[in-house]
């Protein structure tokens, strides 16, 4: 039989960063909530942009520049950054960088 769940005993190894570029895979899209890693290279960078889902960036490996809703922070191994739908948001890469991105369900108006 088998497990009714999803396990990964070291996410960040789940992704190497490319020589150049940035891969991402989706690991796991169910129920709403949607994992997709992400490894950059040295020096590449995701535009500024938004997510019309709610979302988490988790931060894995390596060193970056994050900017969330106009502020600047240092992205290392453990930044975490919840942010509502429609929040600007960037990223660049100084080192090799593995990033954890948690798209949540859409929030829903509980007034219906």
Request: net charge negative; hydrophobic share 45%.
């Given at each position: 039989?088998?497990?009714?769940?999803?396990?990964?005993?070291?996410?960040?190894?789940e992704a190497s960063p490319p020589p150049r570029g940035i891969l991402s895979?989706?690991?796991?899209?169910?129920?709403g909530f949607e994992l997709v890693l992400f490894a950059?290279?040295?020096?590449e960078r995701l535009a500024e942009h938004t997510s019309a889902r709610p979302a988490i960036i988790h931060v894995l490996a390596g060193t970056g520049d994050l900017t969330v809703d106009g502020h600047a922070m240092a992205a290392r191994p453990g930044t975490w950054v919840r942010?509502?739908?429609?929040?600007?948001?960037?990223?660049?890469?100084?080192?090799?960088?593995v990033m954890a991105l948690y798209l949540l369900p859409p929030a829903t108006d509980e007034s219906d």
């Amino acid at each position: 039989m088998a497990p009714s769940y999803t396990a990964f005993p070291d996410l960040a190894a789940e992704a190497s960063p490319p020589p150049r570029g940035i891969l991402s895979q989706t690991l796991s899209d169910e129920g709403g909530f949607e994992l997709v890693l992400f490894a950059f290279a040295a020096g590449e960078r995701l535009a500024e942009h938004t997510s019309a889902r709610p979302a988490i960036i988790h931060v894995l490996a390596g060193t970056g520049d994050l900017t969330v809703d106009g502020h600047a922070m240092a992205a290392r191994p453990g930044t975490w950054v919840r942010m509502p739908a429609d929040m600007r948001h960037s990223l660049v890469a100084r080192t090799a960088l593995v990033m954890a991105l948690y798209l949540l369900p859409p929030a829903t108006d509980e007034s219906d």
